[in-house]
């Protein structure tokens, strides 16, 4: 529907999505337009097979709590239609804040080829004025508004703040698969951005993480440019982690300053 308000997701829907959903139904209503949301388990951006076999398929849930929280539709595609071949699905030129931060790019090889691949055909298929991302997934906004960008389109991406249940965990898809056990050790990682925020220089600030980490099977726990990704320099900074706990991979960040 061009000239809607979008929202692409993943499906397996929480209260996350649904704070994105009733940002892009907000922005719509202002703008006379309608709130899409798009539900693709997308597979060429998983590393692992089994990880996508395993990623939540809850269609129905997912489709009410789309209605509930404002959409006008919801565009459930099959792989055939958002891929049914390369010239009508390209990979785009990536952007350099999706192979140089050595963050997810260097973690999940692979994966920002099939995030891009994947926005960049739902952006052509719906052709929205305006796209609501959230922020958890930090370098995956980067990388979008920079494709974006890069590619010419018209569409504005717009960033909306983490949610957290009541203990400070980010709100995940992937949170079902922790165990009560797990989940306490998972706390672990909104601690470290607090206590990161409390550091003086980005140094010390991973430090800070590093240590309050401890527990976790920790992937990368940095300070970066909340732009670009690269080393933190003189304007706005970001604190991002991605570690494991169990089976179970999660991400979070938030602002920092020193």
């Known amino acids: 529907m061009p000239g809607c308000v979008f929202v692409p997701t993943m499906g397996a829907l929480h209260e996350g999505h649904a704070a994105l959903i009733r940002k892009g139904a907000e922005l719509a209503r202002h703008r006379g337009r309608a709130c899409i949301v798009s539900i693709f388990v997308n597979p060429t951006q998983f590393n692992e097979r089994s990880d996508f076999e395993r990623y939540p398929k809850t269609l129905e849930a997912d489709v009410a709590l789309c209605r509930e929280a404002g959409a006008e539709a919801v565009f459930a595609p099959s792989v055939e239609v958002m891929y049914p071949d390369e010239r009508s699905a390209p990979v785009p030129v990536l952007p350099r804040v ?58 504005e991406i717009i960033g909306h703040e983490t949610i957290r249940d009541p203990d400070g965990l980010a709100m995940s898809s992937r949170n079902r698969f922790l165990s009560a056990v797990e989940r306490e050790a998972a706390l672990a990682i909104p601690r470290a951005l607090h206590a990161a925020r409390r550091a003086r220089t980005a140094t010390e600030a991973e430090t800070a993480m590093a240590g309050v980490l401890s527990g976790v099977d920790v992937e990368y726990a940095v300070v970066r440019d909340a732009q670009t990704l690269a080393n933190v320099g003189n304007g706005p900074a970001r604190a991002l982690i991605a570690a494991r706990v169990g089976r179970t991979r999660l991400i979070d960040n938030a602002a920092w300053s020193p």
């Open 98 to 155: 999706a192979v140089e931060p050595g963050l997810e790019d260097r973690f999940r090889p692979g994966h920002f080829a099939g995030v891009c691949q994947v926005v960049l055909r739902l952006f052509r298929l719906v052709r929205p004025a305006a796209a609501v991302f959230g922020e958890k997934d930090w370098q995956q906004l980067r990388v979008v508004a920079a494709m974006t960008r890069e590619q010419g389109l018209p569409i």
